[in-house]
């Protein structure tokens, strides 16, 4: 009892100094090594840490990311049945590997991804294997010293061939995975075929399982919770309208503001930024898209090529407002009456602007051709051109007022930017600028508008109200255009 | 002989009318089908003839694809070794058939590529499959009933959370084909141990096959003609520099220019929307070339990060470079005697600003710091003052000027451009935004400058002559990075 409490005492007392103390015959060395071990895994904790709360955001913000685990998963389980069930096993045997194989390679987050990925592996697999059964069939004929050099020969050939296939653009969208697929198939048959008697028997098993895996694939991608890349191009889409128009409103109201900068505004007003780098994911999208079954409002033969369009359109904006933001942190201001008289007319013409980018966006959501839409481009157009003028009237009424007059007496009248007397065009170029962007940016509206009704016409919108659709043949316009 | 005459005769009659009227008896739906066949026969040759016109110019443009695709010929070739060599089959059996598989999933055109999959491909195979015995142990144990549950459950959960990794940025840029294979073979593991008995002796072999393989990818891709995905960022980034001073030139040369517009000179001025484009490529390709050893002039911790900020400032001025490209198709064009005196100042920036661009390219060219960057930036910075004192001394010397006098005499003189009557501010608004792009243009090329100083300090660049280079620990600095 004595003991125990002396012990406790002893390590009552060693506690203030650490651990220390207690390894004081094993430290050194040892004792580096232990702190450096610390270090090392406070670090690796900490990033565990980070990646785990990375996780948690990211699961969090889309639940559907979350849904596509569970759905690989899920497949996996299935697949793995093959094994496990006697009467199956007896079937395939080891060829089930093919199946599990496949759908860990071939289950993608969209719809559209499994179905490339499928399609490309099947014909792929199927073309290969006819192709290297036929070469084998070939060598057979030619005696056992031939065979392998016609066989060395054709996988050279074909697997090179395929690969340059791989850099060609168009192959490259569509037939990259299917390439891939044709070089694998074709090597294992007309390596394997060399020893494996039975390649009829093998063949025909292989492309059974891979035929098992990719319908178990396309059945649980399509039946539980589907992401469907042709939705998520749409939703991109409009969804980078709605953030340039955001952007705009915000650059506009950023300069034009009385008091200082909100937060939420300067957000707000980096929208732009996102259209800037959506490039690539739109594209890979729409490649994805095509190879989508009908789906909700869209059909096989979506024209999915124009929301390209759609999308260089509006980046095409985004430049202008990338250049709109920059001139808002100009330091020389422009004097306050000109502001005013300036502010209201461009904060019409941001409106009306704006407008016009909701209307697209309605337009696109609902899918449905926007009855008022020439209305809207019309009065942004007005707005516009009456920023235009009062920009034409500006040296005769303004101008040359500020460079004699209200100069001077600002300039005393506030003390401290008198010092520098910035000449009067310099104070009026960043009002000139951002005025000049902000009709640079409607008559790229006017650009978003046109491919908006082209892909109107092109799929075939229906009238919001009671205009007449007009009458064209999508389908032909989309083959012409290939 | 009469015969064949007359129906050489009878042939000769139906030629112009085409073969219609020979096939008569089997024509109608025959011949429909067979114009129709005709037709598709003859698209089919057209576009396989375009397809292998574009293959043609890809080999010509860029002779190490073909190369590549030699590569890929000859790694498979001398891995169906394994095959046809008696010895190895006998040590390797079926199992050869998976260094066949790596050796075409994993050769890819870089060798940073290529060491990303080798590196992702083992150490993933390794854990899952260390994983998979462990796990097949532990279930073992737990008897006939509970061993497929426990297998069937411990693959869904560790396909789900390893799908789920691969939505993590950072795990995606690094991670994201080791995920893939980590899933692929935990489920073959312990969905066929549940059956094969020597599963030490299966994945002893496997490994091993897989090893061989990413060794021969390895050593392919680095001995004949290597593809550093190091040395094409770098490449990247120097000739978009370049194209970005091109442009820059073109466009201001195309402004001021005194005769109509050249072709070549369109060319040129379009070099800046490749830059614009490029990101995609410059990240994909900083992510491999982390994986690549020392090469040439790269050490393994080379800043590759760094590039892409270097990218980043680079699209940061194409951005302002696509704003002076549509100031240059304004229709309203600033009076000839005001052009000519800011075409002078404004040709001046621009040439100082594209030496500076030009310095930069010598700078990452040469992997040397320069000795006069600063004397560039500051004779750049004095030329866009000149500009800038040019633009303010506007008003007082030449609008007013322009306003009262000039206009008329002029719309007199020419009679066309009178008609409209442009007002002053107007006719000098397109000179004006030239002006001030090109002064956004210079303060840009300024934080290019930055970035390309910081590769140069992180990367240790040389100083060119007898500068001295400033000691600092790119390393450290590096890991603080990440």
């Known amino acids: ?24 015959p094993e430290s050194g060395a040892v004792g580096k090594i232990w702190l450096g071990l610390k270090g090392c895994m406070g670090i690796i904790v900490l990033k565990v840490r980070r990646v785990l709360e990375n996780a948690w955001h990211i699961g969090v913000a889309d639940p559907r990311k979350v849904i596509h685990c569970i759905k690989v998963g899920l497949a996996l389980s299935i697949v793995s049945l093959f094994y496990y069930m006697r009467p199956l096993y007896d079937d395939f045997g080891g060829n089930a590997m093919w199946a599990v194989m496949t759908v860990v390679v071939v289950f993608e987050y969209t719809v559209g991804a499994t179905f490339y990925k499928c399609i490309n592996r099947v014909i792929a697999t199927f073309l290969a294997g006819a192709l290297g059964v036929g070469i084998h069939l070939v060598a057979e004929q030619s005696g056992d010293q031939l065979k392998p050099i016609i066989l060395g020969i054709s996988v050279f050939l074909f697997a090179s061939a395929a690969t340059f296939s791989r850099f060609i653009p168009s192959v490259k969208a569509r037939f990259d995975y299917g390439a891939m697929i044709f070089i694998l198939t074709f090597s294992l048959v007309s390596v394997s075929g060399y020893r494996v008697v039975e390649l009829f028997e093998l063949a025909h098993l292989r492309l059974s399982t891979i035929a098992i895996g990719t319908s178990l694939c396309i059945l649980v991608t399509m039946l539980f919770c589907p992401v469907w890349a042709g939705c998520e191009l749409h939703h991109l889409i409009h969804q980078n309208m709605e953030k340039l128009a955001d952007s705009l409103d915000g650059c506009v109201t950023e300069y034009f503001k ?61 430049y202008c ?24 007319k461009c904060m019409k013409a941001s409106s009306y602007s704006i407008n016009v980018l909701k209307e697209l966006v309605i337009t696109i959501v609902k899918m449905k051709k926007s009855s008022n839409i020439d209305v809207k481009v019309a009065e942004m157009n007005f707005a516009v051109e009456e920023l235009v003028d009062a920009l034409k009237s500006l040296p005769t009424t303004h101008l040359i007022a500020t460079t004699t007059g209200e100069e001077s007496t600002k300039a005393k009248a506030e003390g401290v930017e008198g010092s520098e007397h910035p000449s009067p065009i310099m104070k009026v170029l960043p009002l000139v600028k951002v005025v000049s962007s902000m009709v640079e940016i409607a008559t790229r509206i006017g650009g978003v508008v046109n491919a908006v009704e082209e892909l109107a016409r092109l799929a075939e919108f229906k009238a919001a109200k009671d205009g007449k659709p007009k009458q064209n043949q999508p389908t032909d316009k989309l083959v012409a255009d290939h």
């Not at 100009?330 to 000109?338: N, T």
């Open 258 to 318: 009385e008091n200082g900068s909100e937060k939420d505004l300067n957000k707000k007003m980096q929208g732009y930024k996102c259209v800037l780098n959506s490039k690539a994911a739109e594209e890979s999208m729409a490649n994805f898209a095509r190879w989508e079954p009908t789906h909700g409002r869209f059909n096989f033969r979506h024209p999915w090529k124009q929301y390209l369009k759609i999308g260089a359109s509006l980046r095409n904006c985004a």
């Open 1 to 24: 009892m004595a003991k125990k409490a002396s012990s406790r005492l002893e390590w009552r007392i060693n506690v203030p100094d650490g651990t220390s103390k207690v390894l004081e």
């Open 321 to 344: 407002i990338e250049t709109l933001n920059s001139c808002i942190s100009s330091e020389i201001q422009a004097p306050a009456c000109l502001r005013k008289h300036f502010s209201n």
